[in-house]
């Protein structure tokens, strides 16, 4: 193996920079160190509070450098990656906001004659040290979703960022620097995948956050040291149901968004849009001109609407799977194409096979897929019939619809009138079934690299 990588324009493909590989020494070196650093004790609570303000603000004031950055490496389009940046900023104080309120509780005691006397509570403590895998498609505000909750627990943090997308990653974690968090408290780290499987394996780590691969996540998984807690987050195949009483006009907006948003590239992507058959037609007069005048260009140009996908063998993936999915009886109302080498065009299928990839998988990629529906419970039956369970929206201006499908889709969060990558930083964000494992979301990541201890005082 290469002793470094090249970090590459996701758009011209033009080498940005080269950053050499970690060694094993340098893994356990930092393992060792935030082992020792746990032992310890925690910052104080209110320096952690401090860090944590002005590493928010000095990502809020640099957040135009930070979104060229993202939209260099990663490819989202600049309006989208100027987005990215200011959610990082509130979720590294949304991480200080929840150490602020977060404590443990008052055990009732006295219910019963064998515990009158006593007094009990809990407090939180941190779990010990951290190891997070992230992945390129927000390369930003993931690692403020991983370590930002740990700064806030108190836990030691060795990050490893998307070869694709590491540069953010390094700028996240000198801004903390900055802010003055004693450097080894939060690492980045550049490793082989043998290496970093040693590094997520070993039984010093407390606490192992995961974005990415469903396969490798699952794998990793099986592999983690006994008490090793670990949260999960992996893709989908997101549906949406859309009813012959919604808003169409709203409907289309909203999902041109959903589904088209950083290339599609997002694990909650709106993919497959089940519509009721007799409104059908007049939703595809819609969509369909929309999705068509997105503007596909250099993601650093203000005006870019969709960017590049990451790798040239993804625009070769995406388009296999649309060939499949015509050849499976799909009509491709628009799109199809590729571009160059790094871009595909926005993509609407018609009616693909119930077999086909697109249908059944993930495609991450900018192709949405329109189906008919009769009946509803068969629709229900269709959107829930993939081994994934992410988002999932509806769109309906029937609130008995609405409380039905919210009911019976078989999703960790259901949007109403809305698309499926609706997502704010502090509200609880999980896969259920193959898409995960835990919850995600500042607050309730920081509640899983905390635990509880119980204190229990005679007081009679």
């Known amino acids: 193996m290469s002793e470094s990588f090249t970090v590459y324009s996701a758009w011209t493909r033009e080498p940005i920079k080269e950053l050499p590989y970690d060694t094993a020494e340098t893994s356990e070196r930092y393992l060792s160190e935030a082992h020792d650093l746990w032992r310890k004790g925690p910052l104080p609570k209110s320096r952690r509070i401090e860090i944590l303000e002005k590493a928010s603000q000095l990502v809020s004031d640099r957040a135009e450098e930070l979104a060229l950055q993202i939209a260099l490496e990663g490819g989202k389009p600049y309006a989208d990656s100027l987005v990215e940046a200011h959610r990082a900023a509130a979720s590294i104080k949304s991480a200080a906001e929840t150490l602020a309120h977060k404590a443990g509780t008052e055990i009732p005691m006295g219910l019963t004659p064998s515990s009158e006397g006593y007094r009990a509570y809990t407090r939180l403590e941190p779990i010990g040290p951290v190891v997070a895998v992230s992945a390129f498609n927000h390369p930003l505000n993931l690692i403020a979703h991983q370590v930002a909750p740990a700064v806030a627990a108190g836990c030691p943090v060795i990050v490893k960022p998307s070869n694709a997308t590491p540069l953010s990653c390094l700028s996240f974690i000198d801004i903390l620097r900055e802010a003055g968090l004693p450097e080894q408290w939060a690492r980045a780290i550049m490793l082989s995948n043998e290496l970093a ?3 997520v394996t070993d039984s010093r780590v407390a606490f192992f956050a995961f974005i990415g691969s ?29 009813t012959a009483d919604a808003d169409l006009d709203d409907a289309a907006q909203r999902l041109v968004k959903g589904g088209y948003y ?11 849009i089940l519509v009721d058959a007799t409104v059908k037609d007049s939703f595809l007069a819609k969509f369909t001109p929309l999705v068509a005048a997105l503007k596909v260009a250099d993601p650093q140009l203000k005006d870019s609407e969709v960017g590049p996908l990451i790798n040239p063998g993804e625009v070769t993936r995406v388009h296999e799977w649309v060939q499949e999915a ?25 009616s693909p096979g119930p077999n086909a990839k697109i249908s059944k998988q993930e495609i991450f990629g900018p192709v949405t897929a329109v189906y008919a529906f009769d009946d509803l419970g068969a629709a229900i039956a269709q959107a829930n019939d993939v081994e994934w369970s992410f988002q999932a929206s509806v769109f309906t201006q029937n609130l008995k619809t609405a409380e039905r499908l919210s009911s019976e889709l078989n999703a960790a969060s259901v949007m109403i009138n809305e698309h499926t990558a ?4 502090w509200m609880p964000f999980a896969g259920w079934a193959g898409s995960g494992y835990d919850t995600g979301g500042v607050p309730y990541t920081f509640h899983s690299m905390s635990r509880e201890k119980m204190v229990v005082t005679r007081i009679e």
Do not use: M, N
């Open 197 to 199: 499987t040693k590094l």
């Open 422 to 425: 609706f997502r704010t930083d």
């Open 214 to 242: 469903a396969k490798v996540g699952w794998w990793l998984k099986s592999q983690l040291a006994a008490g090793t807690r670990c949260a999960l987050e992996h893709g989908g195949s997101a549906p949406v149901i859309i």
């Open 326 to 350: 015509v050849a499976s009886g799909a009509e491709c109302i628009t799109g199809g194409q590729i571009i160059s080498e790094t871009a595909y065009q926005p993509t609407i299928l018609d």
């Open 262 to 272: 950083h290339a599609g590239q997002v694990c909650v992507s709106s993919q497959r």
